[in-house]
């Protein structure tokens, strides 16, 4: 009984670690992220373009990442399905 039970566990474990797997290297994804960051690298632009100042102007690749990644799980619950 308990190997069984311990069977279906290691079974529902590889079946998340390939979908993990499957997100990670999916265009998907990328295009995801790039379109994203474009769009962040733009709007912090329009913002900053007063400026010049090679910290602020650092920042753009940082905030573009960070709210591509935390966005993308949205777009991930739409492509697992």
């Given at each position: 009984m308990d190997f069984e039970?311990?069977?279906k566990e290691i079974k529902a474990r590889n079946k998340r670690v390939e979908?993990?797997?499957a997100w990670e290297t999916s265009w998907t994804r990328r295009i995801c992220?790039?379109?994203?960051t474009y769009l962040v690298?733009?709007?912090?632009?329009y913002v900053i373009k007063e400026y010049d100042n090679i910290f602020l102007s650092s920042l753009?690749?940082?905030?573009?990442?960070t709210l591509s990644t935390l966005s993308l799980k949205l777009v991930r619950k739409i492509w697992e399905k």
């Open positions: 039970k311990e069977i979908t993990d797997k992220i790039m379109i994203l690298v733009i709007t912090y632009s753009v690749p940082v905030i573009g990442f």
